[in-house]
């Protein structure tokens, strides 16, 4: 149990296009869904934390005009990169917990972009 | 079917003693490991990473260790203070993909 998808799985976009990722938890109820970046090797920096039918949450130095989250159900979270650039290459991963114990995370297969 | 396995949710250690948190995966093209640590209300934090090369890295109180043929990794902490009680992630990648996470081992230090 407690599977969390992304699709696409990968992307190839270009320069000034918006791109969205989509992030489902399978078979539970994710009450939170949280947004990474994964820089190459090992850094993961939280993007933004978002709450089922509330504003998300975005961390400091997240421009959350150009990161759009939006997170309408129980089971689904978008992550729209807006008017992309070639600096957004970056894998991004989404996790999922249910309930307030935000410490359960799953975590999402991610999804690799790259802005040409 | 889940690539990066921890299969104890949950650890309690008193306060001096070693923490061991396992971890089994299943795909041999994994090189590269890591552990993440996380507090409640926070993302994860990096800990510590070991590639394939290598079947021991240290820093600090903080050992990781790899058996490459049974798949294998451990973190070990010692010794334990209440404020590594957190969540314990371990994630693999192979190559240039995405790293994939276990569900995670939470540990409790007892003072």
């Known amino acids: 149990g407690a599977v969390v998808s992304q699709h696409p799985s990968w992307v190839i976009c270009k320069s000034g296009t918006s791109v969205k990722i989509e992030c489902r938890s399978l078979d539970f109820q994710a009450t939170t869904m949280f947004w990474y970046r994964q820089f190459p090797k090992q850094s993961l920096m939280l993007m933004a934390t978002s709450n089922e039918g509330s504003k998300a949450t975005y961390e400091q130095g997240v421009e959350k005009d150009k990161f759009l989250i939006n997170h309408a159900s129980l089971t689904l979270s978008t992550l729209t990169v807006t008017s992309a650039h070639p600096e957004d290459s970056s894998f991004y991963i989404c996790?999922?917990?249910?309930?307030?114990?935000?410490?359960?995370?799953?975590f999402g297969p991610g999804t690799r972009l790259t802005v040409l | 079917d889940q690539q990066v396995k921890q299969n104890s949710p949950s650890l309690s250690v008193q306060e001096g003693r070693i923490s061991i948190l396992n971890c089994d995966y299943t795909?041999?093209?994994?090189?590269?490991f890591l552990w993440y640590k996380k507090y409640p209300a926070e993302g994860p934090t990096f800990l510590i990473s070991i590639s394939s090369i290598k079947d021991k890295n240290e820093d600090g109180r903080f050992t990781v260790f790899l058996n490459k043929s049974a798949k294998h990794l451990s973190l070990h902490i010692v010794p334990s203070q209440p404020g590594d009680s957190a969540v314990y992630f371990c994630a693999a990648s192979s190559g240039n993909t995405p790293l994939v996470f276990g569900k995670g081992t939470r540990l409790s230090v007892i003072a």
């Open positions: 996790s999922a917990s249910a309930g307030r114990n935000t410490d359960t995370q799953y």
């Open positions: 795909n041999s093209m994994f090189d590269y």
